[in-house]
């Protein structure tokens, strides 16, 4: 992820984390979310002199990029305290 992109994905999150905090995202549909964000990312697309639809294919990019980052620190993480997920399965036997 760019610097410019990361700038970008944290605006949108931070925007997300103020308008969806009552909402329960296993309930409310996506369209219903995406909805929401939909002032900042039509903000971000006037500054970038870009489409609606061209930040919101970045949103949804950076959003996978993000998930593939957060899980990679996990599993590093797991595996620097020697608690891998065949460690974690072992003790549970």
């Known amino acids: 992820m760019t610097s410019e992109n990361r700038k970008i994905w944290e605006r949108i999150s931070a925007y997300a984390e103020e308008v969806l905090k009552d909402i ?51 599993q590093a993480d797991l595996q620097e305290n020697g608690q891998g997920f065949s460690h974690m399965a072992n003790t549970l036997q």
Do not use: G, H
Request: charged share 30%.
């Open 24 to 74: 329960d995202p296993q309930k409310t549909q996506v369209s219903v979310q995406l909805d929401a964000l939909r002032p900042i990312m039509e903000e971000i697309a006037a500054e970038e002199n870009k489409s609606l639809e061209d930040i919101f294919i970045l949103y949804m990019d950076l959003a996978s990029e993000a998930s593939v980052e957060a899980e990679a620190k996990l």
